[in-house]
């Protein structure tokens, strides 16, 4: 089974600078995706970005990019130029690419993003 | 179009009631989900549909949850005999074909069983 761990409970980033957030996942497949999704407070889950495990290339959205290790199966977050509406609980997720069965997403805790203005 | 709409936003229930929610997905997204997030954890998938057809179930879904889309628009999902345990926070979304581009989640049901 697939699993997503992400091992930063916390993390806390002055406004307008830089953080990253890991994740890590485990599985024996080789074609998935893999995606980063926010949840801010009692409001409901917004994606922000995707990456197809078959492409070299880190994905990026604006201030939103993405540093995918497939070897070491790490998948993490940038954030750049942090602003308040940031804060939110941010969710790795890892999905097979089936086309068929196996079709939900499996998620990892979560990391709890603080913006310090 | 105004998203995916979720409905009731909380139900307060007593223990061993049964309890049913629905979830309207984005009108052109053929594929439907319910997760359930508890606290202080990510969602975990339940079920999907594409269009009126459910094509898998996970193990948490126990014989007192069931879930239907008829003529594959609206979902509902309905706990029967509920438990303490099934407290939670239950999410709904929608995705277009294979949901390869993310999903479209709904603002959820917080259910708190007393």
């Known amino acids: 089974a697939q699993t997503v761990t992400q091992s930063q409970p916390e993390m806390s980033v002055q406004e307008a600078e830089t953080v990253t957030l890991s994740c890590t996942y485990d599985t024996s497949e080789s074609d998935y995706y893999l995606f980063w999704y926010k949840q801010p407070p009692s409001r409901q889950m917004i994606l922000v970005i995707r990456q197809e495990a078959y492409k070299q290339q880190n994905a990026t959205e604006n201030r939103f990019s993405v540093n995918f290790q497939k070897a070491a199966k790490s998948f993490s977050l940038k954030i750049s130029d942090s602003q308040l509406g940031d804060a939110a609980m941010y969710f790795c997720a890892y999905r097979l690419y089936s086309g068929g069965g196996a079709d939900g997403l499996t998620f990892g805790k979560g990391t709890h993003l603080i913006i310090q203005p | 179009d105004t998203g995916v709409s979720q409905n009731p936003r909380h139900k307060i229930t007593k223990r061993g009631q049964n309890v049913t929610f629905r979830c309207d997905p984005i009108s052109e997204h053929n594929r439907l989900y319910w997760y359930r997030q508890t606290l202080g954890q990510g969602p975990e998938f339940l079920t999907y549909?594409?269009?009126?057809?459910?094509?898998?179930k996970s193990r948490l879904l126990s014989d007192r949850f069931s879930a239907e889309r008829p003529k594959g628009s609206f979902s509902t999902l309905e706990i029967q005999r509920t438990e303490q345990g099934d407290s939670a926070m239950y999410l709904c979304?929608?995705?277009?074909?294979?949901?390869?581009?993310?999903?479209?989640f709904g603002s959820g049901t917080r259910l708190t069983v007393v």
């Open positions: 549909f594409q269009n009126e057809a459910q094509l898998e």
């Open positions: 979304a929608s995705s277009s074909g294979q949901g390869l581009r993310g999903y479209t």
